[in-house]
């Protein structure tokens, strides 16, 4: 069984920072996992950030550019998004995605298995 569980969401002003967990356990390893998608509410998910297994490239959404991180750390079997210089516009549910296979390049297009989600909520 694959299991993706995501952590670190919540309230924040604007401006802020927060930096979101995604651990996996069972049937997969961190390896696998693609990267970040979020889906406000209304809109349909979309993709933020994705890196490949050794980390070593990254890729990101126009709207975060500049101002969101995504690392790995494959001991922890855990991928990071670091999230800074939050706006109102950045609130949604954020949920890690992963491959059935070790990542090797960053598409935009979301793999098979999908993390619970965790919100992520910015006053203004």
């Known amino acids: 069984q694959v299991q993706l569980t995501e952590s670190g969401g919540g309230l924040v002003q604007a401006g802020g920072s927060l930096r979101l967990s995604c651990a996996a356990s069972?049937?997969?390893?961190?390896?696998?996992?693609k990267g970040w998608f979020r889906q406000a509410p209304g809109n349909e998910r979309e993709f933020v950030a994705g890196?490949?297994?050794?980390?070593?490239?990254?890729k990101y959404a126009d709207s975060v550019k500049g101002r969101f991180t995504i690392t790995r750390d494959n001991a922890k079997n855990t991928v990071y998004l670091q999230m800074n210089s939050l706006t109102p516009e950045d609130a949604a549910v954020y949920y890690c995605?992963?491959?059935?296979?070790?990542?090797?390049?960053?598409?935009?297009?979301?793999?098979?298995?999908w993390g619970q989600g965790t919100q992520v909520t910015v006053s203004s």
């Open positions: 995605n992963a491959h059935r296979t070790t990542v090797m390049v960053v598409t935009t297009t979301p793999g098979d298995y």
């Open positions: 890196i490949t297994w050794s980390g070593g490239i990254t």
């Open positions: 069972g049937r997969t390893s961190s390896r696998n996992i």
